[in-house]
């Protein structure tokens, strides 16, 4: 009978040696994460110093990140509900 290869595991059980490396993987990537969030708090802050709204920023980026239809979309249904509640 064969052996097996080296790095086989049979069906359901788990090699501890990859199992290390994702979680080791995920560790690194979490921290660099927390790292990012840091960063984007500091430029925040440097953006209501300079007098902008912080919230508005948000939006815009949102609004910036949605492809022009799913917008334009987004925008008249929107102007449908304020026209709708008298707000418009």
């Not at 110093?49 to 917008?71: A, I, S």
């Amino acid at each position: 009978m064969a052996s097996a290869p080296e790095n086989y595991t049979p069906a359901g059980s788990v090699s501890s040696a990859e199992l290390k490396q994702y979680v080791e993987r995920l560790e690194r990537l979490e921290e660099e994460k927390k790292g990012i969030a840091e960063d984007i708090k500091g430029v925040m802050a440097e953006l209501k110093m300079q007098g902008f709204d912080g919230k508005t920023v948000r939006k815009v980026l949102r609004l910036r990140q949605m492809k022009q239809n799913e917008r334009m979309e987004e925008e008249a249904l929107l102007q449908t509900y304020l026209e709708a509640l008298g707000m418009a």
